[in-house]
């Protein structure tokens, strides 16, 4: 599966690129909305992890964004935050998330919740 990993963290980005692609995935990582955007217009991939809290744009505005354009609306993303009371689960699956992760990322189960957004979405 290929996977759009957008976290400004280079800890957690490093982290979550490892197990991933540990995990057999094809990892492309970003720091930003703004690469992202540019990512999935070259691109395809099978699920995004964003990262909510990020420089500029933050994550909500880019769910909304992508789901909003028919050429991404079908890429399953699943969100990671450390800030849960800030981004409530039910806001974002109301904005189109198909997954939520909350920091610290437990990495036994990372490849997994992303695998399971995927299947989701694809049924």
Request: proline fraction near 4%; aromatic fraction near 4%; charged fraction near 30%.
């Given at each position: ?22 995990g057999?995935?094809?990892v ?19 699920v ?11 994550g909500?505005?880019?769910i ?8 991404t ?14 981004y ?18 437990d ?11 995927a ?5």
């Amino acid at each position: 599966m290929k996977v759009l990993v957008v976290e400004d963290n280079a800890v957690d980005r490093k982290l979550a690129g490892m197990v991933l692609t540990t995990g057999g995935h094809v990892v492309t990582e970003t720091t930003s909305a703004e690469a992202a955007i540019e990512a999935v217009a070259n691109d395809h991939y099978d699920v995004i992890l964003l990262d909510l809290h990020l420089p500029g744009a933050d994550g909500v505005t880019l769910i909304r964004l992508l789901k909003a354009n028919p050429d991404t609306d079908r890429i399953p993303i699943v969100a990671v935050t450390a800030y849960s009371d800030k981004y409530p689960r039910n806001d974002l699956l109301e904005a189109g998330c198909d997954g939520w992760i909350v920091k610290p990322i437990d990495t036994r189960r990372l490849a997994r919740e992303i695998e399971d957004a995927a299947g989701r979405k694809a049924r």
